[in-house]
T-cell receptor
Framework: EDKVVQSPLSLVVHEGDTVTLNCSYEVTNFRSLLWYKQEKKAPTFLFMLTSSGIEKKSGRLSSILDKKELSSILNITATQTGDSAIYLCAVYNNNDMRFGAGTRLTVKP | GAVVSQHPSRVICKSGTSVKIECRSLDFQATTMFWYRQFPKQSLMLMATSNEGSKATYEQGVEKDKFLINHASLTLSTLTVTSAHPEDSSFYIC??????????????FGQGTRLTVV
C-alpha cells in the first residue's frame, strides 16, 4: 500500500530559527512530490519536485527531492510567526495524489 | 494560480438527508478531480479520484453508494453525501488538476466544505 510519512508531526520553534521538515514515501509509479501549506482551510501550493537533487527555492523556503532515499525535505530559514501552519507533503503516482499526516509548525515570537 | 471554487463552504443538514457539494474549476479545464476528507487536526484523506466522463475510483473503505461522485464536465465535479449521519460530519475538500496535466502538474484546491450533520 502506498505510504507518505512526514516527520516530525509537531514542531515548536522561536522566530528566527531554521526548521527542516521531512517527508518519505513508498509509492508505486512515483511521478512527483508536492509541498503544501495549510493554515485555515485550503492548502496552498509551495513546491512540486520531480527530479532528484534540484533545489527549489521561494524566499525563505526551499525544498529538495532525493529519489534514491525516497524522501524530500522542506527548509524554512529565519522563521516568522506567519509561518505557523500545517505543512503537507503529497505524492503523485500515475493517478492519485496522497498526503502525509502533516507537520504542525508553531513559531513563537 | 488557477482557481477552484467549492460550494457551499458550510452546510448543516439533518440526519438522513442528502447533501451535494460542488467543485468548479473556474479558469481551466480539470480532467482529474480529487475528493478528500479531513478530520480535526488530521491530514487530508483521499476518498476518491474522478476523471471527467468516467466513473470515480474510490479508496478502500469509502462507500461509493454513500459518497456519490459525478464528474460530468471538465469544469464541474460533485460529491453527494447520501443519507447523511452525524459521523459524516467533517471537512470535505476537492482539488483539480488541469487538462493535459499529468502527475507533473500541480493540483489546485477548493476552499473546502464544513459539513455538520445533526
Amino acid at each position: 500500500e502506498d505510504k507518505v510519512v512526514q516527520s516530525p508531526l509537531s514542531l515548536v520553534v522561536h522566530e528566527g530559527d531554521t526548521v527542516t521538515l521531512n517527508c518519505s514515501y513508498e509509492v508505486t509509479n512515483f511521478r512527483s512530490l508536492l509541498w503544501y501549506k495549510q493554515e485555515k482551510k485550503a492548502p496552498t501550493f509551495l513546491f512540486m519536485l520531480t527530479s532528484s537533487g534540484i533545489e527549489k527555492k521561494s524566499g525563505r523556503l526551499s525544498s529538495i527531492l532525493d529519489k534514491k532515499e525516497l524522501s524530500s525535505i522542506l527548509n524554512i530559514t529565519a522563521t516568522q510567526t506567519g509561518d505557523s501552519a500545517i505543512y503537507l507533503c503529497a505524492v503523485y503516482n500515475n493517478n492519485d495524489m496522497r498526503f502525509g499526516a502533516g507537520t504542525r509548525l508553531t513559531v513563537k515570537p | 494560480g488557477a482557481v477552484v471554487s467549492q460550494h457551499p463552504s458550510r452546510v448543516i443538514c439533518k440526519s438522513g438527508t442528502s447533501v451535494k457539494i460542488e467543485c468548479r474549476s473556474l479558469d481551466f479545464q480539470a480532467t482529474t478531480m480529487f475528493w478528500y476528507r479531513q478530520f480535526p487536526k488530521q491530514s487530508l484523506m483521499l476518498m476518491a479520484t474522478s476523471n471527467e466522463g468516467s466513473k470515480a475510483t474510490y479508496e478502500q473503505g469509502v462507500e461509493k453508494d454513500k459518497f456519490l461522485i459525478n464528474h460530468a464536465s471538465l469544469t464541474l465535479s460533485t460529491l453527494t453525501v447520501t443519507s447523511a449521519h452525524p459521523e459524516d460530519s467533517s471537512f470535505y475538500i476537492c482539488s483539480a488538476r488541469g487538462l493535459g496535466g499529468g502527475p507533473n502538474t500541480e493540483a489546485f484546491f477548493g476552499q473546502g466544505t464544513r459539513l455538520t450533520v445533526v
